[in-house]
């Protein structure tokens, strides 16, 4: 098994081994995360853009596969996650639902944003922009994030404060 996919495994309730992996599938955001990899990293397998695909619009998440997602990513419900092209997220972040990471189009933070590794992005939040949130950052939920936050960190609010 990927080491990338068996990290994401084990964030779902500790999860190994080939057991582990069956019992996984069962998860919706493991399930999605792992059809996510294998599309991403078998460009030209049209079944697994066929499954990732379909899974996209059953359980509501829209990951980019232009994205760069470390290790250990958890999604633990379903509905609303939007991850746009060319962000970059560290290992063993945890994303709710309802969050949105984009890419800002004009201004001085045009670009997308860099997310470090543990962070914990809540339900509803927003982020937004060429920017960089660091490790063992907590972001509230509903959060609007424009702006660098440096480690260990706790955002709060729309708009969001430190």
Request: hydrophobic share 40%; net charge positive; aromatic share 14%.
């Amino acid at each position: 098994m990927d080491k990338d996919i068996a990290a994401d495994l084990y964030r779902y309730g500790g999860l190994k081994g080939v057991w582990g992996f069956f019992q996984g599938l069962r998860i919706p955001g493991f399930r999605f995360i792992f059809l996510y990899r294998k599309a991403k990293k078998y460009r030209r397998s049209l079944f697994y853009r066929f499954f990732l695909h379909h899974y996209t619009f059953k359980y509501g998440f829209q990951i980019s596969r232009l994205a760069e997602i470390g290790p250990g990513l958890f999604l633990p419900h379903t509905g609303g996650v939007v991850i746009g092209d060319k962000t970059k997220i560290g290992g063993n972040c945890d994303i709710s639902h309802g969050v949105t990471i984009g890419r800002e189009w004009r201004g001085e933070r045009k670009g997308s944003p860099t997310i470090a590794d543990r962070v914990w992005i809540g339900p509803g939040a927003v982020i937004v922009g060429k920017i960089f949130i660091g490790s063992n950052v907590l972001i509230a939920p509903n959060s609007f994030v424009n702006f660098d936050v440096p480690k260990n960190s706790i955002v709060i609010g729309n708009p969001a404060k430190i």
